[in-house]
């Protein structure tokens, strides 16, 4: 078993310990709840009678969310607008006990904000309100020396870029080497138009989507898997490649060892919004507990497989991690699969 009881007691009684650093785009989720009994004379669209609405922090602040619902201590880096929306995500981060000091202010650019209707438990439609280009040099240049002051404390780096423009390719380089020098694990949430710039990293995290476009070849078949995983290991120089398959589960492929198929937890499914925030932070927070790569792959895919049953952007504590893991273990579904390569 790749996961025995033994390694998850000791597992999860180290995460919580780690100072994680999180950069990348910083958004704001909002949500109007409520129900379709008409269509409306306007146009064939439906009318949604909106009963209730939540904010939850969404891109890189949602996975910071992830970090520090497990125990650990994270650091945020990112921009956000001098507006209402930059306060709202301050409180948002207050709450969940993060700071918000290390937040870089642009006046020139709007905080991300989506916007999605769900009607009886189905999103209806998104409404995006960002502006998506490269920060200008000068911010860029802030942002970078905020991580220089922090970078000396942190055991891992989550990038998550959504595209949004804070993660630029100058900036990217830089950090990558940073990291490299300090010896500071590398986790990346990519984005798929820049997917090959995110060279020498510990860990890349696509879903087959992403990792297929990135490749150049579409996942139908494990012949196919086992191609693109391997061609992403080449190109990149990656330690790993972590590709998440929806109810397929997830793939493994390590530098320094074969492939590896972790079926997936999940029972039933609400809502994947922000699932690969929670694969990431739980990856990252294994690993920095101790654990090694296919251990903290089947950690995560148990988170996943908890967040992906909320509505929403959701967190998993360490406690309910721990409770799921267990309740997995009993059922025998803690286990991976090496694949032939």
């Not at 109007?32 to 939540?54: H, M």
């Not at 891109?59 to 945020?76: C, F, H, K, S």
């Not at 120089?237 to 530098?255: H, K, V, Y």
Request: hydrophobic share 40%; with cysteine; charged share 25%.
């Amino acid at each position: 078993m790749p996961l025995s009881r033994t390694r998850m007691e000791s597992i999860m009684s180290q995460i919580g310990r780690s100072r994680v650093l999180i950069l990348g785009d910083v958004m704001l989720d909002e949500y109007l709840f409520g129900s379709v009994e008409r269509i409306s004379p306007e146009a064939p669209v439906p009318v949604v009678e909106i009963q209730s609405d939540k904010l939850l922090l969404g891109g890189a602040a949602n996975v910071t969310a992830n970090i520090r619902a497990l125990d650990n201590e994270p650091i945020l880096i990112g921009t956000v607008g001098d507006d209402d929306a930059a306060q709202r995500v301050r409180r948002l981060l207050a709450e969940t006990r993060v700071s918000s000091d290390h937040l870089v202010v642009d006046k020139s650019r709007r905080t991300t904000i989506k916007t999605r209707i769900i009607a009886h438990n189905q999103q209806v439609v998104r409404a995006d309100r960002e502006d998506r280009r490269d920060l200008d040099r000068e911010v860029e240049e802030e942002v970078y020396n905020r991580i220089l002051k922090v970078i000396d404390s942190v055991q891992a780096l989550v990038l998550s870029d959504y595209g949004k423009g804070v993660i630029t390719l100058p900036l990217l380089e830089r950090v990558i080497a940073l990291c490299l020098q300090k010896g500071v694990f590398v986790a990346v949430d990519p984005k798929e138009t820049r997917f090959l710039h995110y060279k020498k990293v510990s860990v890349i995290t696509p879903n087959h989507h992403e990792a297929g476009f990135a490749a150049g070849r579409r996942i139908r078949s494990e012949e196919d898997l086992l191609a693109v995983g391997q061609t992403l290991l080449d190109k990149l120089e990656a330690r790993s490649i972590l590709i998440t398959r929806g109810p397929e589960g997830m793939s493994l492929f390590q530098r320094d060892a074969g492939p590896t198929h972790i079926p997936t937890f999940a029972r039933e499914v609400y809502d994947v919004t922000g699932a690969g925030d929670t694969v990431i932070a739980a990856f990252v927070s294994a690993v920095c507990a101790g654990a090694d790569l296919v251990e903290a792959a089947i950690v995560s895919n148990a988170a996943a497989g908890f967040t992906v049953r909320q509505i929403g952007t959701a967190t998993i504590t360490r406690d309910q991690l721990k409770e799921e893991l267990e309740r997995n273990l009993d059922n025998g579904n803690v286990r991976s699969v090496s694949v032939s390569s």
